[in-house]
């Protein structure tokens, strides 16, 4: 029994007619498939949504592996375009290296040659200068 203010004490608490529990019932039922129909509903969403989820993460795992392949390829092209640049320019050092040393020996030539040129006029100027009468 429920105890009411109005009617300082208690009040019976009354059965509902037959009519109020059909409709009660039937209005449980209603509700009953409502929910059992949403409950499906958000099963099927959420299988559905399951599926779209796992679909994008394969996406970010394909897409993350060809940008990593992507990354080796490109870290491996640099790296033999680096090898072959730093090849070619050791290359061109030593040419231009090996060329001014060959001038530099064409030079040492050169002077040497010069300096007896030189040490031959000076030995004849000396000569012109000094005749000697000796015959």
Request: proline share 2%.
């Given at each position: 029994?429920e105890?009411?203010?109005?009617?300082g004490?208690?009040?019976?608490?009354?059965?509902?007619?037959?009519?109020?529990?059909?409709?009660?019932?039937?209005?449980e039922m209603?509700?009953?498939?409502?929910?059992?129909?949403?409950?499906?509903?958000?099963?099927?969403?959420s299988?559905?949504m399951e599926?779209?989820?796992?679909?994008?993460?394969?996406?970010?795992?394909?897409?993350t592996?060809?940008?990593?392949?992507?990354?080796?390829?490109?870290?491996?092209?640099?790296?033999?375009?680096?090898n072959?640049f730093?090849?070619?320019?050791?290359?061109?050092?030593?040419?231009?290296?090996?060329?001014?040393q060959?001038?530099?020996?064409?030079?040492r030539?050169?002077?040497?040659?010069?300096?007896?040129?030189?040490?031959?006029?000076?030995?004849?100027?000396?000569?012109?200068?000094?005749?000697?009468?000796?015959?």
């Amino acid at each position: 029994m429920e105890e009411d203010a109005g009617n300082g004490g208690f009040r019976k608490r009354m059965k509902p007619s037959e009519e109020e529990e059909k409709g009660d019932s039937k209005d449980e039922m209603s509700i009953d498939n409502i929910e059992n129909e949403e409950t499906e509903t958000k099963l099927l969403a959420s299988d559905e949504m399951e599926l779209n989820i796992a679909q994008i993460l394969d996406k970010i795992e394909s897409f993350t592996q060809t940008v990593s392949n992507l990354l080796e390829s490109g870290k491996t092209m640099f790296k033999e375009l680096s090898n072959e640049f730093e090849e070619r320019l050791i290359m061109i050092h030593k040419e231009h290296v090996e060329k001014w040393q060959e001038e530099i020996k064409e030079l040492r030539l050169l002077d040497a040659s010069n300096e007896e040129t030189t040490s031959v006029l000076q030995n004849a100027r000396y000569l012109i200068q000094n005749p000697s009468i000796e015959p």
